[in-house]
């Protein structure tokens, strides 16, 4: 049984975010926005002084510049007092809320700001950092709006494509996140954008170009731990285990987590490496005890040796954290052993036990 993995952004690049000119955006693994300010220099007087528009720009910015998100957010907070009608206060107090992680009041702050955008370059700030924070709030529809808007602003603007393209991904299109990333990709060849795409071809069973983006990846970045549990997967659906196992055993090495040893566990029970796919299904579910698809591979692992007593305890155990949905996996990995070995009766007795738990599910909870 396979952990499920969901997209993962990882790109690091520098946007020229037009009308800003002195801000740059960054943007680091899981997608994190670090906008730079420049040209900053000793503070000003306290915030409650009486500063006027263009002082509590520049206390703002160099509050945002030591990373004290919330008070730099309060400055732009009084621009916008001060000047209700101006475009600034509004995206510059967005990017500081997105830094705070309340997205929600970034939305809000940049659906305002365009209503007062001066021209196509701050419309294009705003829609960017707009859709940024929808992603961020898992709206990847809106997101794809208002990335749409950008595009369509700023045609070569590479990060909106890559971001766009991670949306896309997420809705389960792929041909349309390729596309994206096949241009994300042609502006800025990072990793990070290689390894996403690889992901996208991951998604559509595409193994073949699934495996070059994340070779690719990887040559251009050896110590990227997530792209080899991807390249593992890819590996696998060539039947290529062992290759599989290689990776597995250096994500491990690289991060040495729960759910990267319950994988090993797995790719090593694929290869036919049963006592070493014991030993770290055990490690992972000592890690973390809510680990739930290694304890169904412990049990499973235990069922094909054939040792019924060990295996229903596993599943037992497994039962005991599992929810619905993580039967039919589980259930699905047993009857394709069965197709291999149809006369092992630990194997069936785990199909019988997992049959009954779906279909009374409350016997288990």
């Not at 943007?27 to 006027?52: C, E, I, M």
């Not at 700001?113 to 859709?131: Q, T």
């Not at 990846?217 to 890819?234: C, G, H, K, T």
Request: charged share 20%; aromatic share 10%; hydrophobic share 40%.
């Amino acid at each position: 049984m396979k952990r499920d993995s969901a997209p993962s952004m990882v790109m690091f690049a520098t946007v020229g975010m037009g009308i800003l000119g002195g801000i740059a955006f960054c943007v680091f693994l899981l997608g994190f926005v670090v906008p730079r300010l420049r040209g900053t220099s000793a503070l000003p007087p306290p915030a409650d002084s009486n500063l006027s528009f263009a002082e509590y720009n520049k206390r703002g910015n160099d509050l945002y510049e030591q990373h004290l998100f919330k008070r730099a957010a309060a400055a732009y907070g009084h621009m916008i007092e001060k000047k209700p009608d101006a475009w600034d206060g509004y995206l510059l107090r967005g990017m500081a809320e997105e830094k705070q992680g309340d997205y929600r009041q970034a939305v809000r702050d940049n659906t305002e700001g365009l209503k007062h955008a001066s021209n196509d370059e701050v419309r294009e700030d705003f829609f960017f950092n707009r859709g940024l924070a929808y992603r961020y709030l898992g709206d990847y529809k809106a997101s794809v709006a208002d990335f749409n808007q950008v595009i369509a602003l700023h045609p070569n603007n590479g990060n909106a494509y890559d971001i766009r393209a991670f949306c896309y991904t997420a809705l389960g299109d792929y041909d349309r996140a390729i596309a994206d990333y096949n241009i994300g990709i042609a502006h800025d060849p990072h990793p990070g954008t290689i390894f996403e795409r690889g992901q996208a071809y991951l998604k559509k069973k595409d193994y073949q170009k699934a495996l070059a983006d994340l070779n690719r990846s990887i040559a251009l970045q050896a110590n990227f731990a997530p792209a080899y549990p991807l390249r593992a997967e890819a590996y696998i659906g060539l039947k290529e285990y062992d290759r599989a196992v290689a990776d597995a055993e250096q994500a491990a090495r690289l991060e040495n987590s729960a759910a990267n040893r319950g994988s090993l566990g797995w790719y090593q029970y694929l290869a036919g490496k049963l006592p070493e796919a014991i030993t770290n299904e055990q490690m992972a579910v000592k890690m973390d005890p809510n680990l739930t698809f290694a304890r169904f591979n412990l049990g499973l692992c235990y069922a094909v040796q054939g040792n019924a007593d060990a295996a229903q305890t596993a599943y037992q155990d497994a039962l005991s954290h599992a929810k619905p949905a993580d039967l039919q996996g589980a259930l699905q990995d047993v009857k394709d052993a069965l197709k291999k070995q149809p006369n092992t009766p630990a194997l069936n007795q785990a199909e019988t036990l997992l049959q009954n738990a779906r279909s009374h599910p409350s016997a288990t909870s």
